[in-house]
């Protein structure tokens, strides 16, 4: 299944793609919360009805919605940093031994097609294309074995930085939280559609057309079973949760000399199978 999560004339929606296109509930017709997030937290009997539903609700013209992020109020998103070998050497960093997690809230979101905000108190905003896995059943202590059975979906994500307040001390967290820096989306495509761990999928981040980042899943670190059981040992995940799971070398802030998003740049995250990421670059107002 190929989910969307959409605003039209000011009603959320969820639409899902069938045979002929797509076909949407919103927010006064649907008796789930039009959230992907929720979605996922249902039973699979849940699920099964809501799929039914979308399969006969009214057709949508995707092309004519604003994009809201997949996930609107996730109860957690966990970041991994250095989850690519030759991003941690870009970065002067050794690749690590246990994975290097920070925390993203929910204000920095935003969706396809949604500006990405260049803040006013810097220039260094950079680009980090990436996989995120959506859990459609929580836990602690997930054995490894088991950890991919716990994820609903995959989507795409832009992890937008602020470099030099990334920088500015050991904890990444101010860098990664500017409002509008989040971009999510526009797809999330459910488990099965893709191999499992979305392993072997090519990942492309172009700015303005050039191709910036290119790597395959394949490269990461720490996979996305891998990554579950770990973090499990330490926290309960519950359904609904994002993990964004790093990116590739080819960042901005690596290249000399820099080269940061400006007002205008046009920044598109592409994995395989998944979908396209598109976002234009607007300064705060
Ligand atoms: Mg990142």
Not at 100 to 109: E, G, K, N
Not at 184 to 189: A, I, K, L, Q, T
Not at 229 to 244: K, M, N, Q, R, W
């Amino acid at each position: 299944m190929r989910l969307l999560r959409f605003e039209q004339d000011g009603r959320p929606g969820i639409a899902m793609q069938v045979d002929d296109g797509w076909r949407a509930c919103k927010v006064d017709e649907a008796w789930f919360a039009p959230d992907i997030g929720a979605l996922a937290a249902l039973s699979g009997e849940g699920r099964a009805r809501v799929f039914e539903e979308l399969h006969t609700g009214a057709p949508v013209d995707i092309g004519a919605v604003s994009y809201l992020p997949p996930c609107g109020q996730p109860g957690k998103i966990i970041c991994l940093g250095l989850n690519y070998r030759d991003h941690a050497q870009e970065f002067d960093f050794k690749p690590p031994s246990y994975p290097t997690l920070f925390a993203r809230f929910a204000s920095s979101l935003i969706g396809h097609e949604q500006p990405l905000i260049r803040p006013r108190i810097s220039t260094d905003f950079d680009y980090e294309g990436e996989l995120a896995v959506i859990l459609g059943r929580g836990g602690r202590h997930i054995p490894e074995a088991q950890a991919l059975s716990h994820v609903f979906g995959y989507s795409v994500f832009n992890d937008g930085s602020i470099r030099d307040y990334q920088l500015r001390t050991p904890q990444w967290t101010i860098g990664k939280n500017f409002d509008g820096t989040g971009a999510f989306g526009p797809f999330v495509v459910t488990a099965d559609e893709v191999p499992p761990g979305a392993t072997g999928l090519t990942l492309e981040t172009r700015l303005n057309g050039e191709v910036m980042q290119h790597a395959s899943t394949d490269d990461m670190i720490f996979g996305v079973a891998q990554t579950i059981a770990l973090i499990s040992e330490a926290i309960t995940l519950s359904a609904g949760d994002v993990i964004v799971m790093g990116t590739p070398s080819g960042v901005g802030y690596a290249r000399k000399p820099p080269v940061y998003m400006k007002p205008g740049d046009v920044c598109e995250v592409e994995i395989g199978r998944i979908g396209l990421l598109r976002n234009v670059v607007r300064e705060e107002s």
